[in-house]
């Protein structure tokens, strides 16, 4: 398996030793390809706010950097580790960058068949709302979210101690390497088959034909109201009943 680790940090300290330590782990678990892509290498400007992504297309963005190869290298993923240290209770400022850069993506998802993990390192605290952020990013691009690891470290010169740390790296580690194996991603949440009604709904709205997102979801199908999600999912009917059910709650409470 491809597994792309995303890092926000900007020396090779506890969240890179963290997320090496994890991919050790996982290869003893099977055949494992990782790749260590150090958003610092790149060059990955802000967002202006122009909102010509959402509009015209990601290509059409005024910003001319890396971030569109990035995303070229999640596609060729199948599992993704977005790895932070946690900068003031959230995530270093090149990972929300990056998320930022990537807003088209939450309009138009196209990682619904790829699993995602997070890690944090913190030397006290935030990492709990370090990973809602990268939670609720990963979650609208469409990931199969499959877990996170939030480490407390001390803030240390050289590689950190990581030993108190090696049964929940192992487990973090397990849990990704089946994830992938299994294909659990083919067995979406409840919630994630809730927000693919809303948002199939959203993207339906007739006044909206001639916009990008209307066509996106109209051309890949995923409009048509018999669809339950961005694919065939082995998802059993009850949990297709309850997920048509919420999805129309939410709209409700919206509309
Ligand atoms: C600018 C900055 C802000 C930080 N903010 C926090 C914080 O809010 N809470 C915390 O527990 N640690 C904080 N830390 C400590 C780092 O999160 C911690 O040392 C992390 O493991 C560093 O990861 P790295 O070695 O991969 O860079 C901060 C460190 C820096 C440099």
């Given at each position: 398996?491809?597994?792309?680790?995303?890092?926000?940090?900007?020396?090779?300290?506890?969240?890179?030793?963290?997320?090496f330590?994890?991919?050790?782990?996982?290869?003893?678990?099977?055949?494992?390809?990782?790749?260590?892509?150090?958003?610092?290498?790149?060059?990955?400007?802000?967002?202006?706010?122009?909102?010509t992504?959402?509009d015209?297309g990601e290509?059409?963005?005024?910003?001319?950097?890396?971030?569109?190869?990035?995303?070229?290298?999640?596609?060729?993923?199948?599992?993704?580790?977005?790895?932070?240290?946690?900068?003031?209770?959230?995530?270093?400022?090149?990972?929300?960058?990056?998320?930022?850069?990537?807003?088209?993506?939450?309009?138009?998802?196209?990682?619904?068949?790829?699993?995602?993990?997070?890690?944090?390192?913190?030397h006290?605290?935030?990492?709990?709302?370090?990973?809602?952020?990268?939670?609720?990013?990963?979650?609208?691009?469409g990931?199969?979210?499959?877990?996170?690891?939030?480490?407390?470290?001390?803030t240390?010169?050289?590689?950190?101690?990581?030993?108190?740390?090696?049964?929940q790296?192992?487990?973090?580690?397990?849990?990704?390497?089946?994830?992938?194996?299994?294909?659990?991603?083919?067995?979406?949440?409840?919630?994630?088959l809730?927000?693919?009604?809303?948002?199939q709904?959203?993207?339906?709205d007739?006044?909206?034909?001639?916009?990008?997102?209307?066509?996106?979801?109209?051309?890949?199908?995923?409009s048509?109201?018999?669809?339950?999600?961005?694919?065939?999912?082995?998802?059993?009917?009850?949990?297709?009943?309850?997920?048509?059910?919420?999805?129309?709650?939410?709209?409700?409470?919206?509309?």
């Amino acid at each position: 398996m491809e597994i792309l680790i995303i890092l926000g940090a900007r020396k090779n300290g506890n969240t890179y030793h963290t997320s090496f330590a994890m991919i050790q782990a996982m290869k003893k678990l099977g055949q494992v390809n990782a790749e260590f892509l150090f958003l610092r290498d790149y060059n990955l400007k802000f967002c202006l706010g122009c909102r010509t992504c959402f509009d015209e297309g990601e290509s059409s963005c005024p910003r001319k950097d890396d971030v569109l190869s990035i995303v070229e290298n999640i596609k060729r993923a199948d599992g993704v580790i977005f790895a932070s240290p946690v900068y003031i209770s959230d995530v270093s400022g090149e990972m929300k960058t990056l998320i930022d850069r990537m807003a088209h993506l939450t309009h138009r998802p196209a990682f619904f068949e790829k699993c995602s993990f997070i890690i944090t390192t913190a030397h006290s605290a935030g990492n709990k709302h370090a990973r809602d952020t990268l939670g609720a990013a990963t979650f609208a691009w469409g990931f199969h979210h499959v877990g996170s690891l939030g480490l407390k470290i001390p803030t240390v010169k050289g590689p950190p101690d990581l030993k108190k740390d090696h049964k929940q790296i192992k487990k973090a580690a397990k849990k990704l390497f089946t994830a992938i194996d299994r294909q659990q991603f083919r067995s979406p949440s409840l919630l994630s088959l809730a927000v693919f009604k809303v948002q199939q709904s959203a993207n339906s709205d007739p006044t909206d034909r001639g916009t990008l997102d209307y066509a996106y979801w109209a051309d890949s199908g995923f409009s048509n109201p018999k669809q339950k999600f961005f694919f065939d999912t082995n998802t059993n009917w009850m949990k297709k009943i309850l997920a048509s059910l919420m999805g129309r709650i939410i709209l409700n409470f919206y509309s």
